[in-house]
């Protein structure tokens, strides 16, 4: 069974295991993950990635024998947005979402499987507040990649 720590430990080793790479410099794209140390924008604007993870409250689908013997369905969802300069187009941003979509459909392994996986633009950077950047990402453009999950725990 699969814990939600658990379950965000495979999501996030699978995004940094085939991170992108900027298309003239052959370098990964920079990854900030939610709860963590404040990503500070570079002054030459490149991509970059931001992460979040949610988790909404369980259902029971198996009765194992009474307490402590239960199946519970955990759905959760990790939401990647990927933010490129302004002036790249909109194909960059979703190419980028893409890529990451590409890892998580038909997933199922380590007790997660992935729902449902969506890739959408999304607009100028400084229209969102994204948690853990200590500036507004004005100068950019984001687009997402939805990855819904469900783990299950036996409690």
Not at 10 to 38: C, F, K, N, Y
Not at 101 to 120: E, K, M, Q, W
Request: aromatic share 12%; with cysteine; glycine share 12%.
């Amino acid at each position: 069974m699969t814990t939600a720590s658990e379950a965000i430990a495979a999501i996030r080793g699978m995004i940094e295991g085939s991170l992108p790479v900027h298309p003239t410099t052959s370098v990964a794209l920079p990854v900030s993950w939610q709860g963590e140390d404040a990503f500070v924008l570079p002054d030459q604007r490149a991509p970059f990635v931001y992460v979040l993870f949610d988790t909404v409250k369980s259902s029971t689908i198996e009765i194992g024998g009474g307490r402590g013997a239960n199946r519970h369905r955990n759905p959760g969802s990790a939401t990647i947005l990927v933010f490129v300069p302004l002036g790249w187009g909109l194909q960059y941003g979703t190419d980028y979402a893409e890529h990451f979509a590409a890892l998580f459909r038909s997933y199922r392994a380590n007790g997660i499987t992935c729902d449902a996986v969506t890739v959408y633009p999304g607009g100028p950077g400084s229209q969102i507040a994204v948690p853990g950047i200590e500036n507004e990402a004005t100068g950019y453009f984001w687009s997402g990649c939805e990855v819904e999950f469900t783990f299950d725990l036996i409690g």
